[in-house]
């Protein structure tokens, strides 16, 4: 495992994105949800000894103790920034995997069409805004109410924070916030539906059965809009 810190010099400033990269091989982008990187970082490392591939996580500015410019405040920002890091890493035919936040990033990212994509996966995404299937209100959960909703497992893939040392819990907290920033309370946007007719890259709409953050019917929505999308579920 490798980790940079790549300078991203964009119209609204300097941003630094710090990234993880295992193996070697054709290049995956795990764009990671508001649990932070440290969610998708067994997966990567997996996907990575299984084939040769190599998969660069990107800590989204404001997780994990990173800094994040005051400007880039939205999931739309944060999607140029994504297309900026894949042209400075030199990245080409590269696959685009995204969960929860990092889902609806992966979907935006796929709106702005960058020649560079091959192709996305959106993992139970957040950001579309389907009647009758409202994300469940996050910010007003606690952890072991978040990793109910989450998993079909809670009891071995929930985070118990009053076991964590001060520091994980301070970047738990900090986690949350910027999620906020770039989310909002609703974690949608009633613009994005209408923009992913422009997509027109191969995608994979992945949802797990047992999530109850945002439901499958979302998913179905997502498959739904983007042109030729394929919708798959995992128990």
Do not use: K
């Amino acid at each position: 495992m490798t980790t940079t810190t790549t300078p991203l010099h964009l119209p609204f400033g300097t941003v630094e994105i710090t990234a993880t990269a295992h193996g070697q091989g054709r290049p995956v982008l795990v764009l990671h949800g508001g649990g932070g990187p440290q969610t998708v970082a067994a997966w990567a490392e997996a996907l990575a000894a299984a084939r040769p591939a190599r998969v660069v996580i990107p800590t989204h500015p404001g997780f994990a103790g990173t800094p994040r410019p005051d400007a880039l405040d939205s999931i739309g920002r944060l999607a140029e920034v994504t297309v900026a890091l894949i042209e400075t890493l030199d990245l080409r035919d590269v696959t685009v995997v995204g969960n929860s936040i990092g889902g609806w990033l992966a979907a935006e990212l796929a709106t702005l069409g960058p020649a560079r994509v091959a192709g996305y996966a959106l993992v139970d995404a957040v950001g579309l805004e389907v009647p009758g299937h409202p994300v469940a209100d996050f910010f007003a959960l606690n952890p072991r109410e978040v990793a109910e909703l989450s998993y079909a497992d809670p009891d071995t893939y929930g985070i118990d924070p009053a076991a964590l040392p001060p520091e994980a819990r301070a970047q738990l907290a900090a986690n949350r916030a910027a999620l906020e920033v770039y989310a909002g309370r609703t974690m949608t946007d009633p613009t994005l539906a209408a923009r992913l007719a422009r997509v027109d890259a191969p995608t994979s709409v992945i949802w797990g059965e047992a999530d109850r953050i945002v439901d499958p019917e979302v998913g179905r929505a997502y498959a739904a809009a983007i042109p030729g999308a394929r919708f798959h579920t995992v128990r």
